[in-house]
């Protein structure tokens, strides 16, 4: 019987024979029939591909799977051979991407690993594990992982879960009791506990005891795990609990991050495609669209479109390095081929060609660049090889230090921000500067300018996308009653809605607002507010009315005039490039009249103006 949650089942009509002769001539010949692969490999079941891999090496004597790579490029061919790979050995090999290298990749190895819950599914990515690497799938994690981390990871992997649906009420209250002494109810939080409970307790029994939990305590097990845990251990305990309670939930939330914000997590988005369109695809579409207000396929077709710089096809960190090397090497230094690689590459590949070249030659590449290049040039090279979160919180802390504070950088970067975004910066900063963002904003701003940025670190912004009309009316009201119709400014009322609410809602807040006052909510901030808190309500309203828009205004401000505020300039630059930058420069000419990149040339020359307009070129 056909699983009914999945968008990809056995194919009726299955002919493998039929498959393969279609496939061979998609791939022979002059050029590739790329749409007679996708009509193929994407309608069929896993076990229906790998028989067609079988039978097209019977009659042609190939292997399918080197065909197929060497006829495809770039992401299109990643998601095509990852289609083509076993289930399970697709999954041990993302795993072991995940701890191969610098540095390991905790949130795939919980998103892969948690959800395979019992025993079954469990044995079977081990044993894949195993036979590809040579090597058990628990020992690697031991090496690689370490702490109350590492020993969640590892009773996961004991697959000891209860498989049965029963609930046992005294068991549950039991649970809850050892719950809370465990966690909220001591000093320091007895980790094994939830680990005992979390992990071999059955998801219904589960379920049961987080509902008794909130009621007995008056807090969702979530909020819990977020007070009593932090870093690696929270994030994965908060995915168990996650896919406890609704797991087609915690994969669209995993989908959503992987597109939303600066670029995309091509790897994660894969993964998940890939894995669960034979298994929820379906309710996780459903979950996505409740969520977040937009179909699945509408966010993906979008989030593939915007961008001007997207992952190269022909992609070769080793070639790129020995490039770049040799553009560097010797007398003078070649910057054409310097912009031609880094401003043709996205963030995720010039770490990789980082990487590659220190193991190459053995010298770090940053250092590199900055002993080769000079001036405004320079810094654009030197920001675009620097990983974006912690471009952003190094612009941050510039924003802060030195004769008073960069106001509109600070709202620039905080109000377009997801709440992912804004809780990563926050962790990024506070370990590169050994001081919480937070408090680094109460010493350098004051006032309700002050209390505006601290709601904009809470990442508390509604992101389901949905707009309730009664309480569209309830906000508006309550916003003509905080300005329009009192006695000075509730600034507070404006910093609660402004700052929680999400863009769809907001939106039609402001159409309702507009209704109530013949006024717009612009012209009520210009009125009622003044100086930065007033540029930062703007700025949100900017940003919700047209993101690209905003940031079209800030880059025309960054140009005209006097001079050129080149920071704003190269910020905005290499961190849209790979989000939205075409809708950008559309917004731009549209606005003034003249192209962002006719604009950028007349502004800013030679090889800094080279490198910002072939970032910024379709």
């Not at 307790?201 to 005891?209: G, I, M, P, S, T």
């Not at 060609?353 to 250092?367: A, C, H, P, R, V």
Request: contains cysteine.
């Amino acid at each position: 019987m056909a699983n009914e949650d999945a968008t990809v089942t056995d194919y009726e009509d299955f002919d493998a024979e039929h498959d393969s002769e279609v496939l061979r001539k998609a791939m022979k010949g002059f050029g590739t029939d790329e749409q007679a692969i996708i009509d193929v490999l994407a309608y069929r079941s896993n076990d229906q591909r790998l028989e067609i891999v079988k039978t097209y090496k019977t009659m042609f004597g190939k292997d399918l799977v080197d065909n197929l790579k060497s006829e495809l490029t770039g992401k299109f061919e990643d998601v095509i051979v990852a289609v083509m790979t076993p289930h399970y050995e697709f999954l041990a090999k993302e795993v072991h991407k995940a701890m191969k290298g610098l540095g390991t990749d905790e949130v795939t190895l919980v998103e892969v690993i948690v959800p395979l819950y019992f025993s079954d599914p469990i044995s079977l990515l081990k044993q894949s594990y195993e036979k590809l690497y040579k090597k058990s799938l628990e020992d690697a994690i031991t090496s690689e992982c370490s702490g109350h981390f590492r020993r969640l990871l590892v009773s996961v992997l004991q697959g000891l879960r209860d498989p049965t649906e029963q609930v046992d009420e005294d068991l549950v209250h039991s649970d809850v009791q050892e719950l809370h002494e465990a966690g909220e109810g001591q000093w320091g939080t007895d980790e094994s506990v939830f680990n005992k409970i979390l992990l071999n307790r059955n998801y219904a029994h589960l379920r049961r005891v987080f509902d008794v939990y909130e009621q007995e305590f008056s807090r969702s097990m979530e909020t819990v795990i977020e007070k009593e845990m932090s870093g690696d251990l929270q994030m994965a305990f908060l995915a168990v609990v996650k896919s406890i309670q609704n797991p087609p939930a915690y994969f669209a939330e995993r989908l959503y991050k992987s597109m939303k914000g600066m670029g995309t997590d091509d790897k994660t988005l894969i993964r998940i495609v890939v894995t669960r369109s034979e298994i929820d695809m379906k309710s996780i579409k459903e979950e996505f669209v409740s969520k977040y207000g937009r179909t699945l396929q509408h966010f993906i077709a979008g989030d593939c479109k915007m961008a001007t710089v997207v992952p190269f096809d022909e992609f070769d960190p080793e070639q790129d390095a020995e490039t770049l090397r040799a553009a560097m090497k010797g007398f003078g230094t070649d910057e054409k081929a310097i912009i031609d690689i880094l401003a043709r590459r996205t963030n995720y590949q010039r770490q990789e060609i980082s990487l590659t070249y220190k193991s190459s030659f053995g010298k770090d590449l940053i250092n590199d660049l900055k002993s080769e290049l000079t001036g405004n040039f320079e810094d654009a090279v030197l920001a675009v090889m620097t990983p974006k979160i912690e471009f952003l919180a190094k612009e941050i802390k510039d924003a802060v230090s030195g004769l008073g504070t960069d106001e509109e950088t600070l709202i620039e970067i905080l109000v377009p921000s997801a709440n992912y975004e804004t809780q990563e910066l926050q962790n990024e900063y506070e370990e590169k500067y050994g001081k919480s963002l937070e408090d680094a904003v109460i010493g350098e701003t004051s006032g309700h300018f002050r209390r505006l940025l601290i709601s904009l670190l809470c990442s508390n912004r509604d992101e389901s996308c949905v707009a309730a009309m009664d309480e569209v009316a309830d906000d508006a009201r309550l916003l003509v009653d905080a300005g329009e119709n009192s006695w000075g400014t509730d600034e507070s009322a404006f910093n609660k809605i402004l700052v929680t609410r999400n863009f769809n809602h907001l939106n039609a807040v402001f159409n309702e607002y507009e209704k109530l006052t013949d006024r717009t909510i612009e012209e009520s901030i210009e009125s009622e507010t003044s100086g930065d808190l007033q540029m930062g309500y703007l700025s949100i309203v900017k940003c919700v009315r047209n993101t690209a828009s905003f940031f079209a205004e800030r880059l025309y401000r960054s140009m005209k005039g006097m001079g050129t505020d080149d920071k704003t300039l190269i910020r905005i630059v290499v961190i849209r490039c790979e989000e939205d930058m075409i809708e950008i420069k559309r917004e731009f000419e549209a606005a003034y009249g003249k192209t962002l990149d006719d604009f950028i040339s007349d502004d800013v020359s030679g090889d800094y103006k080279r490198f910002l307009l072939t970032l910024i070129q379709e």
